[in-house]
């Protein structure tokens, strides 16, 4: 409970939270690709997410260009959607929410 409160809280440096956010988005990726099957589809929502947190724990996370591509993923998400690109643009609406709101707090 202490390391979620520091994480929820200005406690951590953003480079540091985006490190802890890539470090379990991997092993995430990782188990869903050794399941196979169904996992595959959580496979491509957090695999999508690793390249955003890798810039920003390099310090290249451009908040101008996250807002305009956080605006143009919301809008790309539909229902006609096949089950992996929803997967994967909803991953990439996360990632940037989270690092926006974490890197604008």
Known sequence: MIKLKKILTEDIEFEEFADTRMSGASKIVDNAKEKGGLALLTWHHFKVKLPYYKKATEGKFDIEAAKKEFEET????????????????????EVLGELLIKETA
């Open 74 to 93: 919301y809008k790309k998400i539909s229902l006609s959607m096949t089950p992996i690109e929803f997967q994967r643009e909803v991953g990439r609406l």
